[in-house]
């Protein structure tokens, strides 16, 4: 796995810690800015044949 495929991987591992530690505490608007990371962290990935697995999200 190279560094790119790695640390894009990372990103959207801790992007989903962040929003469900922002669900856990309530903080809405904290969970809509993290799943727009999300989002576009996958399309990235997508754009660049990384596989992420389904149903990662929370």
Known sequence: MDAFTAGLLQRIRNTETDI?????SGD????EVEQAELEDLRRLAEAHGVPVEAGQSH
């Open 28 to 31: 809405d608007f904290l969970v």
């Open 20 to 24: 469900e530690q922002a669900r856990e």
